[in-house]
């Protein structure tokens, strides 16, 4: 491993795909976890950045081992029905996902300028991210990505800094795993939450948009990922210490973000509340960015695969009728969900299509990387078996919480928006 390895040129698909996974999602559970439990849970951020580093590391080494995506290798490798449930998932997935974007995006502009109605601001940026798409490469997407994840950060930390209840608080919190009573499910929630579900998936082909194709490239693959994952936990640590001085009325329901931004306007200033606001937008913009951008690649490569069954792996095209087709469809049909009032359905709907994910990409992952004829000497370590059967006892548990949950065997009350 030479120098280069970690320059910062090296830094770019994991920035977008940390960007991508830092959604209102993860806003949400970690502002609710810190107003509930304040700075003692904190350990959950780091648990889950961890986990979906390693199953973003078993993706990018399947493909540099085999040359293929994580979903060309289901296609051609697996039985027929593991690649075509996933295709159904994808789409119902994407229409509930692309209609909380939408909706998030409004709230989130609505509250810096409430000139404009929530959906109106929705539609406009999603309309603007359709055009950013269209009209750019995935080089503008990196550069994009960079600016967003840079003026998030820099603004939820400076109000964490300011608001922050002390090092050894925050120190016990991280280093000293603690489960408060009645916690188990908000600790589900940020570890699921932290980092993404089916964007993951995305990585590899960003990655092959930066040219990294080859198994020399897995040190700086790794990097780029390790800083990604680092800033993501950065990220809902600094969420979880602003919301921890919040009472916890305030941070639930859709006066979350007022309330949080009234908080810190009381603490810090009008400088507060403005942070928090800009902070939160960049996070649910650039959330959708990723999206449109991202999962269309999926709806390509598979149309790819099956139509045209390629004997060496192509490269999606992004000018396709599949790729664009499926931009538009996550762009412009969710927009009708704005005219819901109160879709109570879509919330718990949303939460387990995403929960459903992670226990099988955990348990593919240990499936196709333990497969030393297909993925040669860069098979799982024991370590990284061990982290991917913990993941999938994890999220099968919040699977289980979220199926419970939709069929009202756990109380709603204290966990619908």
């Not at 920035?15 to 806003?27: E, F, N, P, R, W």
């Not at 664009?324 to 996550?330: K, P, T």
Request: aromatic fraction near 12%; proline fraction near 4%; glycine fraction near 10%.
């Amino acid at each position: 491993m030479n120098k280069s390895t970690f320059s910062l040129r090296n830094i770019g698909p994991g920035l977008v795909i940390a960007a991508t996974g830092l959604g209102a999602g993860d806003l949400i559970a970690a502002s609710v976890a810190g107003a509930r439990y304040g700075t003692a849970i904190l350990w959950a951020v780091l648990v889950g950045a961890a986990m979906k580093y390693v199953m973003n590391e078993g993706l990018t080494r399947w493909q540099l081992a085999t040359g293929t995506t994580l979903l060309e290798g289901w296609i051609q490798r697996l039985p027929k029905i593991i690649s075509l449930y996933f295709f159904v998932y994808l789409v119902l997935w994407s229409f509930i996902v692309a209609g909380a974007l939408i909706a998030s995006t409004g709230l989130a502009a609505h509250a810096l300028y409430p000139g404009l109605s929530v959906e109106v601001w929705g539609m406009l940026h999603s309309l603007l991210a359709l055009a950013l798409v269209m009209v750019g490469r995935y080089s503008l997407l990196e550069r994009l990505m960079k600016f967003f994840m840079g003026l998030m950060l820099l603004v939820v930390v400076i109000c964490a800094a300011w608001v922050a209840p002390g090092m050894s608080g925050i120190l016990s919190g991280l280093l000293i795993p603690s489960i408060p009573e009645g916690s188990v499910l908000f600790i589900l929630g940020i570890i699921g939450g932290v980092g993404g579900s089916v964007t993951l998936l995305c990585y590899g082909y960003w990655i092959r948009e930066r040219d990294w194709t080859r198994r020399e490239d897995l040190p700086r693959s790794r990097f780029d990922m390790a800083v990604a994952y680092l800033l993501t936990g950065l990220f809902g640590i600094a969420i979880m210490i602003i919301s921890s001085g919040v009472p916890a009325d305030i941070a639930s329901g859709t006066k979350m973000v007022p309330g949080i931004a009234s908080h810190l306007e009381s603490v810090i200033g009008p400088f507060g509340k403005w942070c928090f606001l800009i902070g939160f937008w960049s996070a649910v913009f650039s959330s959708m960015l990723g999206v449109w951008q991202g999962i269309p690649y999926l709806f390509a490569d598979f149309v790819q695969q099956y139509t045209h069954r390629p004997e060496t792996p192509l490269s999606v095209n992004t000018r396709s009728a599949a790729y664009r087709g499926y931009l538009f469809y996550l762009a412009i049909p969710p927009m009708l969900l704005l005219l819901v009032n109160k879709p109570v359905w879509l919330v718990i709907f949303y939460a387990v299509a995403g929960a459903f994910f992670m226990p099988l990409l955990a348990s593919l992952l240990l499936l196709m990387n333990n497969r030393r004829a297909w993925v040669g000497d860069l098979k799982n370590s024991w370590i990284t078996n061990l982290v991917l059967l913990t993941s999938l006892l994890v999220f099968g548990l919040l699977l289980y919480t979220e199926v419970s949950r939709l069929f009202g065997l756990v109380n709603l009350d204290n966990f619908l928006l």
